[in-house]
């Protein structure tokens, strides 16, 4: 790396629960794959509730800093753990006065990816998003991964395909960007998926088969050149994007979709697509957002 190039951070927000531990060695796995510093944070979010009736109290920062150090001690831990079989990591850790949307947001800024948990899972079990992680994938100005809790403490699955959507939007290039990358860094199989649907008199079957099979042949050209050591898989299906994508992870180690995607994805930031992707995978899932 030559000494002009900006290493950009992972960064990855924790309040020191089971599912912001699974994303902290989540992270730091990214992080020591990239070869990228690990950025930790822990936000103290106190709520201010005053009315008539109550008395103003006032709030013992110093305690909250002592527990957010505690925490990022923690996962500090955790991180370099968990990293240790790819490679040591550089890891920073900060305990931020503000709400943890904000801060998070602000800083991905300059980040190379932000790593979000979630809630774990509910009675159907499919991951709960939560209020931050939502906000967060909808508008972070760097990629988002969310990562679903575990059940088991053990790290994410590391074997299984890298899935990727593909609908030939500017959105859907980026993903295809960071799904070879990643792939490739894994030692991992490619799983393109692009989706056809719609019925028209004037267009038979075929024919639109045919069209959705050379955009994907197309939009996929020039990164296999680029990652000559990527193996490609192609899926071409009529169905509903989400349900192809969700069916065609049951054994991923990753999934990336675009943001603004169109046609066969469409509305992959945080749209029926996308939301349905992010509430149903079992595997993380990388919404390759445009950094700032």
């Known amino acids: 790396m030559s000494p002009n190039t900006i290493n950009h951070p992972v960064l990855v927000g924790t309040d020191g629960s089971e599912a912001a531990t699974d994303a902290v ?102 991951g709960l998003l939560g209020s931050v992680s939502t906000s967060l994938a909808r508008h972070a100005l760097c990629p988002v991964a969310v990562i679903p809790a575990t059940t088991d403490g053990k790290p994410q699955r590391t074997h299984g395909p890298v899935v990727v959507g593909v609908d030939g939007s500017a959105g859907g290039a980026l993903a295809l960007d960071v799904a070879f990358d990643e792939a490739s860094r894994r030692d991992a199989l490619l799983l393109a998926v692009r989706t056809w649907s719609g019925f028209s008199h004037y267009i038979p079957r075929i024919d639109l088969r045919q069209e959705a099979e050379v955009l994907l042949a197309e939009a996929i050209a020039g990164y296999q050149e680029k990652y000559p050591d990527v193996q490609v898989t192609r899926l071409i299906a009529q169905m509903r994007p989400a349900k192809c994508l969700l069916e065609s ?40 957002r445009p950094p700032n």
């Open 249 to 288: 992870a049951e054994l991923a180690q990753l999934i990336v979709v675009g943001s603004h995607g169109h046609r066969g994805f469409a509305g992959m930031a945080l749209g029926s697509v996308g939301q349905a992707v992010l509430h149903g995978a079992h595997c993380p899932v990388i919404v390759a």
């Open 25 to 126: 060695r989540w992270a730091a796995c990214d992080a020591a794959r990239h070869g990228a510093p690990l950025h930790i944070v822990y936000s103290i979010d106190v709520p201010m509730d005053f009315g008539p009736s109550l008395a103003f109290t006032r709030i013992d920062y110093d305690a909250y800093r002592q527990a957010g150090a505690v925490i990022t001690d923690k996962a500090r831990e955790s991180a370099i753990a968990a990293a240790a079989p790819i490679a040591g990591i550089d890891i920073r850790t900060f305990v931020v006065e503000a709400p943890p949307i904000p801060v998070l947001r602000d800083r991905s800024a300059d980040a190379r990816l932000l790593v979000i948990g979630t809630h774990g899972y509910g009675a159907i079990g499919r």
